[in-house]
């Protein structure tokens, strides 16, 4: 018998593609320079287009990824009309602690600037280099972030022309609005719609990692055409940007959630990570949040003790919309690029980033590397080049794995939150039958009147 060829995980081969690239690179920078001859052919017509090749890829079906995505994040608080305020209380605290999330990351990337202290040559030349390359992704973009301008470009004229024009912040914001339409619209036919909108985040997503499968020959290529030109330099401003993410992930992991989960959810934090920890090492282990949340939905109702239908519904949408980890790491990662390629962001576009982050962390793949489509077209949008995602693909596994980690324990923190003060959904998972809630929850309602209102009326 044959045995069959067993090939190392895929975070793995990225890793040898990133050495291989990095190394070699390295060689040819100090071996013959990067403007020897020799080195500018391998780099134009052999490493440049295999690189080429796997991000237009990622750029073809980034569009109908994201539609699909954010739309079937905001359709799924369909269940908002029978959930009542637990339903809009769960896409309050996606928007608000994902804002929060990206602000601890542009926080952190201003004051430690990892970015900053390339040679603003050598940078101008890679900007150049990758320029021809992002041309189709820059047309499409806004001429700037900033102004009214720019708001008037956020809603699309035509949104097939906008899909066209690659304007990806008119489509996203399109497929809010169309998400919205999902959940108001009560019928046998928005129903279907909605089925076939997931069949085709279903079938995104399977491309998407069919792709991704080819990440660690790009890596390798690419990653060679960048430590060819930079040197070691490289070297110094990764393990900064690396640090930063990781600092930032940590602030947002073990002080923002234990404060909301002790403040706004009412329980223990020691409590609350105790009971998470199965959650957080497949999280961790796998880099996806859907694989994750079976294990998030057993550790809710198991260990945590949260009521059924609010877990249920809160993680499920979460593991497509509330991915604050990724909101934050493509905040953080963008306005690195910008500063390693001396691209200066004033606070209002920093601001209007943070913005695209939040939309982009709802409508982001619950995948492996799904967030990296993202990054690549926000740059596009700040005229940094597309391309230069080519800096931190080697270093996105292990980044990939914390965020995921972040994400999962944020879906969580949010049923924690989301659960307190519903007694009526704990009643009826404990088989209370509706109308003995009722009373119970009027009884309480007396209970909460101030005492003078309590012995009012007449005796």
Request: hydrophobic fraction near 55%.
């Amino acid at each position: 018998m044959t045995a069959k060829t067993r090939w190392p995980p895929l975070h793995i081969q990225m890793l040898i593609g990133f050495m291989i690239g990095l190394i070699g690179g390295l060689i040819v920078y100090f071996g013959a320079g990067p403007d020897a001859p020799w080195v500018v052919a391998l780099t134009t017509y052999v490493t440049g287009p295999i690189g080429q090749i796997f991000l237009r890829l990622l750029f073809m079906l980034v569009l109908p990824l994201l539609f699909a995505a954010l739309v079937t994040g905001v359709a799924e608080m369909g269940d908002i009309t029978s959930l009542g305020r637990a339903g809009w209380r769960t896409l309050a605290f996606t928007v608000g602690i994902s804002a929060v999330a990206v602000v601890i990351g542009l926080v952190a990337v201003n004051v430690f600037q990892p970015g900053a202290g390339v040679d603003p040559a050598t940078a101008q030349r890679l900007l150049a280099q990758g320029a021809g390359g992002a041309a189709t992704i820059l047309e499409g973009s806004p001429a700037s972030i900033g102004g009214p301008d720019f708001f008037l470009e956020m809603i699309p004229r035509n949104v097939v022309n906008a899909a066209s024009e690659n304007q990806i912040l008119a489509v996203m914001v399109f497929a809010l609005f169309f998400g919205i339409g999902l959940v108001l619209t009560k019928s046998p036919a928005a129903s279907r719609l909605q089925e076939t909108i997931e069949g085709l985040l279903d079938v995104m997503m399977k491309l998407i990692g069919l792709v991704i499968r080819l990440a660690p020959i790009a890596v390798a290529a690419l990653m060679f055409n960048l430590a060819a030109l930079f040197g070691w330099d490289l070297l110094r401003t990764l393990a900064a940007y690396v640090g930063v993410v990781l600092l930032a992930l940590g602030v947002h992991m073990f002080v923002v959630y234990p404060l909301v989960v002790r403040f706004l959810g009412g329980m223990s934090p020691i409590a609350f990570f105790r009971g998470v920890q199965p959650a957080i090492v497949v999280a961790f282990s796998t880099a996806s949040s859907n694989a994750t949340l079976p294990t998030a939905l057993q550790v809710a109702q198991d260990n945590l003790k949260l009521p059924r239908r609010i877990s249920r519904f809160v993680l499920t949408v979460g593991a497509t919309a509330n991915q604050n980890g990724t909101a934050l790491f493509e905040g953080v990662t963008v306005l690195f690029l910008a500063q390693f390629f001396g691209v200066e962001l004033s606070i209002w576009q920093q601001i209007m980033v943070m913005f695209v982050c939040i939309l982009g962390g709802i409508g982001t793949a619950g995948v492996p590397a799904g967030s990296l489509p993202v990054v690549a077209l926000i740059l596009a949008m700040v005229s940094v080049p597309p391309e230069s995602i080519a800096l931190i693909l080697g270093v996105d596994r292990l980044l990939d794995m914390c965020r995921t980690t972040l994400n999962v324990t944020g879906d969580l923190v949010a049923a924690t939150v989301v659960s307190r003060g519903e007694p009526r959904l704990e009643a009826e998972d404990a088989g209370v039958p509706p109308s003995l809630v009722e009373n119970v929850e009027a009884l309480d309602r007396v209970d909460q009147r101030p005492p003078d209102a309590a012995v009012a009326g007449p005796s």
